[in-house]
């Protein structure tokens, strides 16, 4: 049980990279609003982003890490930092093609708390908001788990690319937690049956 909750620790939030960029642009399903002066850009933002999802769900990270720029930083759920597309991708081949990978796959979407907020002159945007994220490990079966993100995107030679994403869980609130305290549970009661036994077995000993 302790396995399975480092194992969350060291997944929770893998798949956010892609359903971060996505929930950037939630929502914008028509054509550019004219009265919103960055309209164009949300436009931009969904095609790209609906790509990166696909590829996610698909467990072909390369086409997101295409939309990283090279100094991108993914801070993930364990405290572990990505720089750039490159470390992005280890990561995601040691945890899920490695010989020692923990998943076999993962599923993930993502809902945006605001919309996007742009910042300077309109080539920054920044956006948060919550996960779900549905995880099939090789060790046991398969969990649903909830977290939040946060994330900037830049505008970079006229296109953007995902500057920094930080992705986060609630340590003390989710499924495999409730594993271990059930568990734990049934440990201390067998325990205290196997002390009653015990000392009614030494009663009747002594007694004989």
Same mark, same amino acid.
């Given at each position: 049980?302790?396995?399975?909750?480092?194992?969350?620790?060291?997944?929770?939030?893998?798949?956010? &990279?892609?359903?971060?960029?996505?929930?950037?642009?939630?929502?914008?399903?028509?054509?550019?609003?004219?009265?919103?002066?960055?309209?164009?850009?949300?436009?931009?933002?969904?095609?790209?982003?609906?790509?990166?999802?696909?590829?996610?769900?698909?467990?072909? &990270?390369?086409?997101?890490?295409?939309?990283?720029?090279?100094?991108?930083?993914?801070?993930?759920?364990?405290?572990?930092?990505?720089?750039?597309?490159?470390?992005?991708?280890?990561?995601?081949?040691?945890?899920?093609?490695?010989?020692?990978?923990?998943?076999?796959?993962?599923?993930?979407?993502?809902? &945006?708390?605001?919309?996007?907020?742009?910042?300077?002159?309109?080539?920054?945007?920044?956006?948060?908001?919550?996960?779900?994220?549905?995880?099939?490990?090789?060790?046991?079966?398969?969990?649903?788990?909830?977290?939040?993100?946060?994330?900037?995107?830049?505008?970079?030679?006229?296109?953007?690319?995902?500057?920094?994403?930080? &992705?986060?869980?609630?340590?003390?609130?989710?499924?495999?937690?409730?594993?271990?305290?059930?568990?734990?549970?049934?440990?201390?009661?067998?325990?205290?049956?196997?002390?009653?036994?015990?000392?009614?077995?030494?009663?009747?000993?002594?007694?004989?």
């Amino acid at each position: 049980m302790w396995n399975s909750y480092m194992m969350l620790s060291s997944l929770s939030r893998l798949g956010g &990279l892609a359903t971060i960029c996505v929930a950037l642009s939630e929502g914008q399903t028509s054509g550019p609003d004219p009265v919103d002066p960055h309209a164009a850009d949300r436009e931009q933002l969904l095609k790209i982003f609906h790509d990166v999802e696909d590829s996610i769900n698909a467990q072909s &990270l390369e086409r997101m890490a295409a939309r990283m720029d090279p100094r991108g930083v993914v801070v993930w759920a364990n405290g572990e930092v990505s720089h750039g597309p490159k470390e992005v991708l280890d990561y995601y081949d040691r945890m899920l093609k490695g010989k020692d990978r923990i998943l076999e796959k993962y599923l993930t979407k993502a809902k &945006l708390s605001g919309p996007a907020r742009f910042l300077g002159n309109g080539d920054v945007a920044i956006a948060e908001g919550t996960m779900e994220d549905e995880y099939f490990p090789t060790i046991r079966g398969p969990f649903k788990l909830e977290g939040k993100w946060t994330t900037t995107i830049a505008k970079v030679n006229g296109e953007w690319k995902v500057m920094h994403l930080h &992705l986060s869980a609630n340590v003390f609130n989710n499924v495999l937690i409730d594993e271990a305290k059930k568990a734990l549970f049934m440990v201390g009661g067998g325990g205290i049956v196997a002390g009653l036994v015990g000392g009614w077995l030494f009663g009747r000993r002594r007694a004989s």
